[in-house]
């Protein structure tokens, strides 16, 4: 069998622990037999990131920027006792937030969705995919507590020394007070991510705050995706035969209870952490669910939406077996190829994609799957593969595929 060719490099950023070893897995039984893989490798193993002062975190952003689209595997975020077991130089960043900071984007999460895993709200029968805004709000306020009655202002000086300012509250106990901030340019961004977005998967766009009670915060939020809608966008959601709609954020949650899925939430940071949350455990797990940051620019970064999996790591170094489930990686991966598929015009490569993805869950429709989705199918005749194997049984429904 020829393989496929390849256009352009995809930034390939490898990460940590068992996540690490799947990822060679990933590569050796389902990528390289049948693609012949160009890939810029950046290696964001904390080791790695450590040698190089976490330059190469920087190195693999820039060269998203440049080539448009990477696949991550997931990464250590070090905390003080990885910083011992690792003897490393500092505490560094997490490469999540590096990487954010540098392409300037939104995160959409959707599950993945198989016969035999289903969510507990019964009338979802299609995905519902979350964007969450990753800047600003409550996630970069300041507050103080008040300990005892007296005057709370916000004062705004601006560069030329003149001020403006308003009361927030006159305390006559004691009390708590919090200022948070956005800024336009983020929230332009954030809008313009969701309706890319929106336009590529072809599914209507909700977005919904809190504007009738934040008549200056959320109302911005909402003035700036309308503005924006009606000016850049609508005639194209028309001819893509989608819709954007706003609504009040307690409405939204409403009506996704009784919706059948299949659109994309659009989420200020809290509500969309919040929202992520409940969305993902009510589809069945943060391992079937695909995770991809969209910058404004258009590049595009895939992910699995859950971390290094330590405690399996550690078990597989000691020589143990593991049940680790791969398929978030996998989806990372095929999200990757079938995009530099659809910018480089390779249909093969978008088909390939496709039937891997399908493939994939196939396996899992006719039993084979990790332990992890064992605990939780309805299915009846169910075989638990350990880490290696359910790769390998995806290879074989996959080579029948092809
Ligand atoms: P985790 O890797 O998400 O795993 C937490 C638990 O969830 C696991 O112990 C396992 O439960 C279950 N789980 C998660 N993914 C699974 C999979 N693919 N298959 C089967 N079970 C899975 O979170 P963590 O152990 O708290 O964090 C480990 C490291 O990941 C941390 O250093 C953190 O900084 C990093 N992290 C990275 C990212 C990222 O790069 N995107 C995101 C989050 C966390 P059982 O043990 O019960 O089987
Ligand atoms: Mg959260």
Redesign the pocket.
């Known amino acids: 069998m020829n393989k496929i060719q390849m256009k352009t490099p995809l930034v390939e950023m490898d990460?940590?622990?068992?996540?690490r070893i799947?990822w060679k897995m990933i590569k050796d039984e389902l990528i390289l037999p049948f693609i012949d893989l160009k890939s810029e490798y950046y290696d964001l193993g904390l080791e790695n990131r450590n040698e190089t002062d976490d330059k190469v975190t920087f190195d693999s952003a820039y060269a998203t920027e440049k080539y448009g689209v990477a696949v991550?595997?997931?990464?250590?975020?070090?905390?003080a006792a990885?910083v011992a077991e690792y003897n490393l130089k500092e505490m560094w960043k997490?490469?999540?937030g590096t990487i954010r900071a540098i392409l300037d984007g939104t995160v959409f999460r959707a599950p993945i969705i198989v016969k035999g895993i289903e969510p507990c709200v019964k009338n979802w029968k299609a995905p519902i995919t979350i964007a969450r805004h990753a800047y600003g709000d409550v996630y970069k306020a300041s507050e103080m507590k008040i300990p005892r009655p007296g005057k709370v202002e916000l004062v705004y000086t601006a560069e030329d020394g003149s001020t403006d300012s308003v009361l927030v509250h006159e305390f006559d106990s004691a009390g708590i007070v919090q200022g948070m901030h956005n800024l336009e340019p983020s929230i332009e961004s954030f809008a313009k991510s969701c309706f890319n977005y929106a336009l590529d998967t072809k599914q209507t766009l909700w977005f919904a705050t809190k504007d009738t009670i934040s008549k200056k915060y959320d109302h911005t939020f909402k003035d700036i995706f309308n503005e924006i809608f009606e000016a850049e966008y609508k005639e194209k959601f028309d001819e893509a035969g989608i819709d954007y709609f706003y609504t009040l954020i307690d409405d939204a949650v409403a009506r996704v209870m009784k919706s059948e899925g299949g659109f994309i939430w659009a989420c200020k940071n809290y509500d969309g952490d919040v929202m992520s949350d409940m969305l993902s455990s009510a589809f069945g797990?943060?391992?079937m669910m695909t995770?991809v940051l969209v910058s404004p620019s258009g590049v595009y970064e895939y992910?699995?939406?859950?971390?290094?999996?330590?405690?399996?790591y550690y078990k597989h170094l000691k020589g143990e077996e593991t049940?680790?489930?791969?398929?978030?990686?996998i989806f990372a991966w095929t999200g990757a190829l079938r995009k530099r598929g659809e910018l480089d015009k390779i249909p093969e490569l978008i088909d390939f994609a496709d039937k891997l993805e399908a493939s994939t869950i196939s396996t899992i429709e006719s039993g084979k799957m990790?332990?992890?989705l064992a605990l939780i199918t309805s299915l009846k005749k169910v075989t638990v593969l350990n880490s290696e194997n359910f790769i390998k049984a995806i290879r074989e429904t996959l080579e029948h595929n092809l």
């Open positions: 990460g940590d622990e068992m996540t799947l991550k595997c997931a990464t250590i975020t070090p905390n990885r997490s490469p999540n797990s943060l391992a995770s992910e699995a939406a859950h971390g290094t999996v330590q405690r399996h049940s680790t489930n791969s398929v978030a990686t990790t332990k992890d």
